[in-house]
């Protein structure tokens, strides 16, 4: 039973356009919502994160948007670069101390 | 300050022996937390120990087990190994709790059983 999911396995972007993930979770309980990038032979890295009382969380080129009513989210990432070529995975957890559940990651291509 | 690290980064065992991993986590944090890691599957949570404690568990059998030392190190174990274990498991390590915490990732243990 996948609590997160993320129904593109892959994803190709332009360099310079903008790239958009999706995310859908079925736990209305999930509170914390966060997105990490892996990169081959490495361990995850975090990247950006959302609580529920907010619909929309910006650093830098990356935005991710909440909505609660759909069970959905999204990272966008603009201008998508090469260097952004990388699995990124979507993950959510109840509470501040409950076990962080992933989506089964999306592998983003950037064009040059 | 030096990341997270993980030992051994490979390792290849053959069906029912048992492996230990082990976790060093960065320093001064107190939540350690396991996934196993396959193709399609994504990160799967394992468990989370916490002052060496286990404070959350996954939906894997009893074959894997962990535990944590009094300085925050972790290890995790897995006996009767079968092919499905064959995997990348990855540490991360974060200050209190993981959900809205950034955890921060080693680099893994490649696992593969034949």
């Known amino acids: 039973d996948q609590q997160v999911k993320q129904n593109s396995p892959s994803l190709s972007v332009q360099e310079g356009r903008i790239s958009i993930l999706n995310c859908d979770y079925t736990?209305?309980?999930?509170?914390?919502f966060l997105w990490y990038k892996k990169y081959p032979a490495e361990g995850p890295t975090f990247l950006i994160s959302i609580s529920s009382i907010k619909d929309k969380n910006e650093d830098g080129r990356f935005t991710v948007f909440l909505n609660k009513s759909a069970k959905h989210l999204s990272l966008h990432i603009v201008p998508s670069q090469p260097g952004d070529s990388a699995v990124y995975f979507c993950a959510a957890a109840k509470t501040s101390y409950d076990k962080v559940i992933f989506g089964p990651g999306t592998s983003l291509s950037v064009i040059p | 300050k030096a990341g997270v690290t993980q030992t051994p980064r490979y390792l290849i065992k053959t069906r029912g022996q048992q492996v230990t991993l082990s976790c060093s986590p960065i320093?001064?944090?107190?939540?350690v937390s396991w996934y196993q890691q396959t193709p399609g599957q994504g990160l799967q949570f394992l468990f989370e120990?916490?002052?060496?404690?286990?404070?959350n568990k996954g939906n894997f059998p009893g074959r894997f087990s962990g535990r944590q030392f009094s300085n925050s190190r972790s290890e995790m174990n897995v006996s009767t190994l079968e092919l499905g274990d064959s995997a990348l498991y990855l540490c991360?390590?974060?200050?209190?709790?993981?959900?809205?915490?950034?955890?921060?990732f080693g680099p893994g243990t490649r696992l593969t059983v034949l």
């Open positions: 120990y916490f002052s060496e404690t286990q404070r």
């Open positions: 736990n209305s309980m999930f509170d914390y």
């Open positions: 991360a390590s974060s200050l209190y709790g993981t959900g809205d915490n950034e955890q921060f």
């Open positions: 320093s001064g944090h107190r939540s």
